[in-house]
Structure formats: C-alpha cells, structure tokens
C-alpha cells in the first residue's frame, strides 16, 4: 500500500505551474498522479507524445484550447481527457490560479517539465 501526504511528494516546476507528483513510475503502479498548479494568467502550448493525460479540475477557472480555436472552459467538477495526445493550449483565468489532478499513463519518471516556447506565455 502507498500513502502519501502533498508534503512529502515531488514538486517540479513544470513552467507555468507546479506539478506535485503522488506517483511516479518507480511506484510500479504503471500511471502518475499530480495535484497541479497551473498559474493564473498563463496560457500553455502543450502536447504529450508520450503519454495520454486525463485531468479534473478542484479549484480555479481556465480553458482548454483546441488547436482548431475550440474553447472548453474548465471549472471545478469539469474532467477533460488527452485521449490522442492532443496538442492543446492549457488557459488560467487572469484572477486565479488552476488546480487540476492529473493522470498521466504510463507513468511519468518524476523531473518531467515542459519546454515553453512562444507559444505559451502571460497573458
């Protein structure tokens, strides 16, 4: 059995956020669990080749864009799944950071963080 308190897990900054990471691919469970942060007023060009994601949001409001400029508003109760390794921009509202918990299978490694280009900024 594995539990795990927020403060004992590994955090990373992932650019526009943080990442706590519950469980990791050493767990041997073969998926992640994150508490995410995504910053307010940040919009994030992400994509995961490697893995598919599933995200439910507890706290805050943002957007999901797709990369055909359909919006999907996030707010608590609301899940959204990366079932193709969609390429998506991830929104925070201006006034608020977004917090999501996250699934990612396979399991991420644990230092995991994005490249932000000119795609993802402030805003």
């Given at each position: 059995?594995?539990?795990?308190?927020?403060?004992?897990?590994?955090?990373?900054?992932?650019?526009?956020?943080?990442?706590?990471?519950?469980?990791?691919?050493?767990?041997?469970?073969?998926?992640?669990?994150?508490?995410?942060?995504?910053?307010?007023?940040?919009?994030?060009?992400?994509?995961y080749a490697n893995h598919l994601e599933a995200?439910?949001?507890?706290?805050?409001?943002?957007?999901?864009?797709?990369?055909?400029?359909?919006?999907?508003?996030?707010?608590?109760?609301?899940?959204?799944?990366?079932?193709?390794?969609?390429?998506?921009?991830?929104?925070?509202?201006?006034?608020?950071?977004?917090?999501?918990?996250?699934?990612?299978?396979?399991?991420?490694?644990?230092?995991?963080?994005?490249?932000?280009?000119?795609?993802?900024?402030?805003?």
């Amino acid at each position: 059995m594995i539990i795990r308190n927020l403060d004992e897990v590994k955090t990373v900054h992932w650019g526009n956020g943080l990442s706590r990471r519950f469980l990791l691919a050493a767990d041997g469970m073969g998926y992640t669990v994150t508490d995410t942060i995504v910053s307010a007023g940040t919009r994030s060009y992400l994509e995961y080749a490697n893995h598919l994601e599933a995200c439910y949001c507890i706290e805050g409001r943002g957007e999901v864009v797709d990369l055909d400029g359909k919006v999907h508003e996030i707010t608590p109760g609301t899940l959204y799944a990366l079932d193709n390794h969609d390429a998506h921009y991830l929104c925070a509202a201006a006034d608020e950071d977004l917090r999501l918990v996250c699934v990612f299978a396979p399991a991420l490694q644990g230092d995991e963080s994005h490249s932000l280009g000119e795609a993802s900024s402030a805003y």
